[in-house]
């Protein structure tokens, strides 16, 4: 599966994240996230989305975001940044 959205965090220093959905600049607060992806994704046959995370994010973050793609049964894809 290709995925079509991506969810990325960065680290915002002193225990703050941002989440951003496919690139754009201004953040959603995590509460909104789900209900953007369900949005996002719900004409996709295999609906699969990809997370973007700052290395220095802490896994737990990126966890939360996984746990969304269980509670739907989307896929999900952890990205790494071309080096």
């Known amino acids: 599966a290709k995925p079509t959205v991506s969810v990325s965090v960065?680290?915002?220093?002193e225990d703050r994240y941002t989440y951003h959905i496919n690139g754009n600049e201004t953040p959603v607060d995590f509460s909104m996230i789900e209900d953007e992806?369900?949005?996002l994704l719900q004409s996709e046959?295999?609906?699969?989305?990809?997370?973007?995370?700052?290395?220095?994010v802490?896994?737990?973050e990126v966890v939360q975001i996984m746990n969304i793609?269980?509670?739907?049964?989307?896929k999900v894809i952890l990205a790494t940044s071309p080096e």
Not at 10 to 13: A, L, T
């Open 37 to 39: 992806l369900v949005t």
């Open 69 to 74: 793609a269980k509670r739907n049964h989307y």
């Open 45 to 56: 046959e295999e609906p699969t989305f990809s997370i973007y995370s700052d290395e220095t």
């Open 58 to 60: 802490p896994i737990r």
């Open 10 to 13: 960065k680290d915002w220093g």
